[in-house]
């Protein structure tokens, strides 16, 4: 009988018609193990990197009354001035750096965005970009995307997690365009303090050298006081910083972000932008003004109780045995858990199916995280109280 389908001979050959860079990389793997944890009843996860907070109601008023307004149509390409001259005055109060709003802002649907905008436009093909690992798990497919050359700078527990000015020195070969900064750091909760990215900066300079900035956890900082890469000495005009209030605001899915930077690499990041997504959607916008007006208060809140649970997980580690240093930043924590005799992936799928704990192996976030998992604690201490029960039993049974 004639369905009217049509047949398709030779389907599987339609792979060849894929991009062969897109082809190569892997599916996210942190999303493996959000799929997994989806299928599964009675999970504790500790995988995804999202605020348990639900929006402060202020900003979905604000957004309610948006709509009412009837403020449903498109904004500017570089998003609503009212909302750049906002950042703009924050990032001055809060870092002493400053941006013209109506050429150096711009509004991204989500930092994610600006990164990849920031890389399409400032990279060539085989253009080198230095990227500290681990790293979170959109980096390095960006660049590749992007038809850089991603060159990964393994960092490592011993010295904190923190990428060196020896390391930038050692990479640098005469294709190396950028270095790709990421403070504090998912996955590693690793903060970098004024001091090594001055030294730091000087490798930059010294050859002439581009930064992206991924400050989206700049507010989350636990240890000391976070230093802007931009406010940095002859930093300013050659880095592209990223920020936004998905993690600070718990405003994950309202995407809204920004870019910063001299109006050559704004400009260039906006024409890409216009043809490829417009505008951040208007009502993200709305509540990202609201939030920076009013949210302040709401924002310490959080982040004082991301501290208490940072405080928590640090110490429960230690209890169940598994060394982990202690995250200045973020909300993550990532414990060495060679002391099971598994490696990363082993460890989380053998945790998730006989404990049903989910967690993220390290090596998602290259090869640098063998040996560890990533472990959030955005979420509650109940529920965290509940997983290291479970991660102690599984620990005892497995440990040398």
């Not at 997504?277 to 509540?287: D, I, K, R, S």
């Not at 704990?357 to 604690?377: D, L």
Request: hydrophobic fraction near 40%; charge should be negative.
């Amino acid at each position: 009988m004639n369905t009217g389908a049509p047949v398709i001979e030779n389907q599987e050959t339609w792979t060849d018609f894929i991009n062969p860079t897109l082809r190569a990389l892997p599916p996210s793997g942190i999303r493996r193990f959000f799929d997994l944890v989806t299928e599964m009843k009675d999970i504790i996860s500790l995988g995804v990197g999202e605020p348990d907070f639900v929006t402060p109601q202020h900003i979905m008023d604000a957004c309610i009354k948006s709509l009412e307004l009837g403020q449903t149509g498109y904004t500017s390409n570089q998003g609503t001035l009212e909302l750049r001259e906002a950042i703009a005055k924050d990032l001055y109060e809060s870092y002493g750096v400053s941006y013209n709003p109506r050429s150096e802002i711009l509004i991204t649907v989500g930092v994610s965005e600006g990164l990849d905008l920031a890389v399409r436009a400032l990279t060539s093909p085989g253009d080198e970009v230095l990227v500290p690992e681990p790293t979170y798990v959109s980096y390095i497919p960006c660049t590749a995307l992007a038809g850089a050359v991603p060159v990964p700078l393994k960092t490592s527990m011993e010295n904190l997690f923190r990428l060196t000015a020896d390391q930038v020195e050692a990479a640098i070969t005469p294709r190396t365009k950028i270095l790709l900064l990421a403070y504090p750091n998912n996955p590693t909760g690793a903060v970098m303090t004024r001091k090594d990215l001055l030294e730091i900066a000087e490798v930059v300079k010294a050859h002439n050298l581009i930064v992206i900035s991924d400050e989206i956890y700049d507010h989350l900082t636990y240890l000391g006081e976070h230093t802007c890469v931009s406010s940095l000495p002859g930093m300013r005009e050659r880095t592209v910083l990223l920020g936004g209030f998905s993690k600070s605001y718990a405003m994950t899915g309202w995407r809204v972000g920004y870019a910063c930077g001299n109006p050559d690499f704004i400009g260039a990041m906006t024409k890409i932008h216009q043809y490829t997504m417009l505008c951040a959607p208007t009502q993200a916008q709305v509540c990202a003004l609201e939030a920076l007006r009013n949210g302040k208060p709401e924002m310490r809140r959080m982040v004082a109780e991301y501290d208490r649970r940072r405080k928590f997980v640090v110490r429960s580690l230690k209890e169940i045995g598994l060394p982990c240093f202690e995250p200045g930043g973020a909300f993550y924590a990532f414990p060495d858990i060679t002391v099971t005799g598994m490696n990363s992936d082993e460890f989380s799928e053998r945790l998730i199916m006989e404990e049903k704990v989910a967690v993220v192996a390290g090596t998602a976030f290259g090869e640098a995280g063998e040996g560890h998992v990533r472990i959030s604690y955005a979420y509650s201490i109940e529920q965290l109280t509940e997983a290291f029960k479970r991660m102690h039993r599984f620990v005892q049974k497995y440990s040398r």
